[in-house]
């Protein structure tokens, strides 16, 4: 039967009232292919894995494995396969819940082991490796879990002194007790500054009093706060003498260990949310809440018992940031993380688009694979690209973090600002356009992509609203700036060191080859960055010129700082893919780095409007740009299903739309 008769036949059965009994004719219909019977793997998966994940690989799939082999992680037959997903449709206290005996379960299976008491390097990077793993069955439980170590105890540890040591992280370690971060209040989130709560000391007792003077002053969205925390970090306005010493941290008790609530504390749920409602945001207000001098963490200033204010520095602004300064842990995980969840969606879409097919090209053809239009590849493809280099620049802004020194501490503010905001942007563009490209299947929950966006979506603004961090980068660079400038010395540091050189000139006509080189492309980075830096000093000095202040000069323009940022950014993960490239030795996984690398760099050029808008590009040359994308798209589509199954994400932690979607979307998967 040709396709027309078959359409007839189709549309005459829906029109026309058949008086029989007799079973329907068998139609054709639609069959589930596995993308793996089509699609080659022209390279070693498992050699791109370990560029990817870098460290730590059995932990992370015994991690893996652990979750998978409990009950209490959901596991769910579909389509022939075992899924393991939260549970959504559970109310918000039964997602609370969940999330406490998970992990309790994780910790009767010693997960946590040594997270807090072992200050080994090895395992601090079985604790990233873990908790990445974590982060990829659900936010809610890596939050949960963030929050009481990585803030509660990463405070112990780096505001605190041995005594807080001693007493506090070995307990916190084993959940003996459950710590909150109460730093942001209602009236302050980003300027830590501005917070309102006040602490005083009572010499007559040598003790400290705790107050929320103001409803403003309470402190707010602090996770683990509304059931089940027992302890909180408070960050607090210190007044000694009637004069305020500033932002300082200390340990308060909130609960007993029966979970009532302690005297002269009020807490309050901050109720259901979009996502993340595993996590029990609350509020609290304290009421001249005594607590003893020694919870004052004190390893950059002090009280005596006299009540005499100590502290190393006179400075308040070098008090301020040695307070700011541990954060950059919460910053770093939520950088990686982001990637990890845009891994799942990619990883989603693209399986799905390998096997669903839509449309023929001839009356009696066969339809065709989403992945094979040109115009589905330009909305995923890109993506995967940004996702790899960002996947290497997170993995660099670890072994940042890890070899931190003093010397280094503002370089790692800098770019782990730039990389949170940055990859929870991409995390959640990256969602959406998966999301969309799913079609239907996308709004189903069983299929991950829409939860992962509710989940995720306060990424972009907690532990720094990414607008602001992006406006702190900018401002850093442009302090770096005019230090060289006025020091008359070389640029050093900040990854500015490029503007020693002669400015990089794009050459007049961009062929392929020159598109695609190494050279180009940081010519066109390294000149971006320089030619904005230049223009923000300008501008700001010119508002300062007419009476501006230097902060106010700096507000007004915003525009080119938002462009620095974007900059900076994008030029250090291309800097971070070029040297993973270059540590591969020649072959086929090198030969594919290539080509994303040039996707990154090229989709970057294409979607940044300052390339045009500052004349970097001719439009004959943008348009070039565009071209050599759409070519890349079409080469990287025969690799596509090896590059997301280089991530190394079980089948478990995926979705049923990745597999066979027919059988678990058919009828008998529903009896």
Known sequence: MDRVSWRTQVLSNHLVHHQ????????????????????????????MRNLLDVHNLPDRDWMFGLMMQSKLFNPVQSGGRVFVSP??????????????????????????????????????????????????????????????????????????????????????????????????????????????????????????????????????????????????????????NEKNEGVHAFIAQIRDADGNICPQIRIADCGHKLGLNGVDNGRIWFDNVRIPRENL????????????????TNDPDKRFAAFMSPLTSGRVTISVAAIYSAKVGLAIAIRY???????????????????????????????????????????????????????????????SSAFKATFTWHNMRTLQECREACGGQGIKSENRVGPLKSEFDVQSTFEGDN????QQVSKALLSEFIAAKKRNKPFK???????????????????SPILRSCQFQTDAFCLRERDILNRLAAEVSQHEAQGDSKEYAFIQSFLLAEDLGRAFSEKAILKSFMEVEDSVPSGPVKNVLGVLRSMYALICLEEDGSFIRYGYLSPENA????QEVKKLCSEIRPHALALVSSFGIPDAFLAPIAYNWVDSNSWPSVQ
Request: hydrophobic share 40%.
């Open 623 to 626: 348009g070039a740009v565009r």
């Open 493 to 511: 540091g900040m990854g500015l060191e490029h503007m020693n050189e002669a400015c990089p000139v794009i050459p007049s006509k961009l062929t």
């Open 297 to 312: 963490l004190n390893s950059v200033a002090d009280v005596s018992v006299e009540g005499k204010y100590l502290s190393a």
């Open 353 to 415: 688009s390998l096997t669903r097919r839509a449309f023929s090209l001839t009356p009696n053809g066969p339809e065709i694979q989403l992945l094979d239009y040109p115009n589905h590849q330009k909305r995923l493809l890109p993506l995967l690209a940004k996702t790899y280099a960002m996947s290497f620049a997170a993995n660099e802004l670890k072994r940042i973090y890890m070899k931190r020194t003093p010397e280094s501490i503002k370089t790692l503010h800098v770019v």
């Open 20 to 47: 029989t009994t007799s079973d329907l004719s068998p139609n054709p219909c639609l069959e589930f292919s596995p993308p793996e019977i089509s699609e080659c793997f022209s390279f070693d998966i498992k050699q």
């Open 467 to 470: 607008n602001v961090l992006m």
């Open 87 to 240: 549970d959504y449709n559970q109310s918000m206290e039964q997602q609370r819940e969940m999330t406490m005996k998970r992990i309790q379960y994780l910790l009767d299976n010693g997960v946590f082991k040594g997270w807090l008491t072992d200050n080994g390097i090895e395992a601090a990077w079985r604790k990233f490796a873990l908790f990445e793993a974590i982060g990829i069955y659900d936010h809610s439980l890596a939050i949960k879990i963030g929050v009481h170590v990585f803030l509660w105890g990463g405070a112990i540890q780096f505001f605190g002194t041995k005594r807080h040591h001693d007493a506090w992280l070995k307990i916190t370690e084993n959940y003996a007790i459950k710590g909150c971060f109460a730093m942001t209040e209602l009236g302050h989130g980003s300027n830590v500054r501005g917070i309102e709560t006040v602490t005083k000391y009572d010499s007559s007792t040598g003790e400290f009093v705790i107050n929320t003077p103001c409803e403003s002053a309470q402190k707010y969205w602090i996770g683990g706060a509304a059931k089940h925390a027992t302890h909180a970090i408070v960050f607090s306005q210190l007044h000694i």
